[in-house]
């Protein structure tokens, strides 16, 4: 857990204290993310706070992340996931801050994402007064009342950033590289041509099934 927190500066996602990675136990009890606000060159993994899933302090001696709300919550109700890494990586951010989805533009997209990142509605003056990290969470599964975390691993909360999860903890940071260079993608694809087209479905269906379905064969 510590040495996923650390690449993320490694990886280029995080400006300054910007980010944080977290992962449960097999038992689905105890969460491990990063401490508030301490630079990832300084990390240690004494370091690292042991919660549970209401974020309670279990173990260690710092404040853990303020994000810790929104992890266990989605930990809760995302019964397959393993690791959460949350950042504030620009291009993601640019989408994320002007509420505009991720379009699958491109077969890069669809080996990792099934279809567009979706984003959420924007929270409400009373959510952010009150619980705000925690109702962060809550618009999450809100948008995902109808999709597969397991198919979308990644998503945008409006305004805000992305947050991404995975099988672990390791896998989620992978997935938050990936979502950082398809949004660069298709930025740039859009600025060179505004109307360039959404990739086929059956393009998509091939490219993601191929790495993720039953009977994936795909590798480089």
């Known amino acids: 857990m510590c040495q996923a927190n650390v690449d993320l500066a490694a990886c280029g996602l995080v400006t300054l204290t910007w980010g944080n990675v977290s992962g449960i136990n097999a038992a689905r009890d105890r969460v491990v993310i990063k401490p508030s606000g ?8 004494a370091e690292m706070v042991v919660v549970d899933l209401d974020g309670r302090v279990l173990e260690g001696d710092l404040r853990p992340s303020s994000d810790t709300p929104t992890h266990v919550l989605l930990y809760r109700y995302f019964a397959g996931i393993g690791g959460i890494t949350h950042t504030h990586s620009r291009h993601a951010t640019m989408f ?3 509420r505009r989805e991720i379009p699958c533009l491109g077969t890069t997209h669809a080996d990792h994402f099934f279809g567009p990142v979706p984003v959420t ?34 998503v945008l909360v409006a305004g805000h950033a992305p947050f991404t999860w ?5 896998d ?18 859009r600025l ?29």
């Open 38 to 45: 301490v630079p990832y060159q300084r990390l240690r993994p």
């Open 96 to 98: 994320a801050q002007a």
């Open 121 to 154: 509605r924007p929270l409400t003056d009373e959510e952010v007064a009150a619980n705000y990290e925690a109702n962060t969470g809550s618009v999450i599964l809100e948008r995902f009342a109808e999709l597969d975390p397991q198919a979308m691993p990644a």
């Open 172 to 189: 989620s940071l992978k997935n938050a590289i990936a979502l950082e260079a398809v949004a660069e993608m298709a930025l740039g694809t």
């Open 192 to 220: 060179l041509n505004p109307h360039a087209p959404r990739l086929e479905n059956y393009v998509l269906n091939k490219h993601y099934q191929r790495k993720h379905g039953p009977h994936a064969y795909y590798g480089q």
């Open 166 to 170: 995975g099988k672990d903890a390791t």
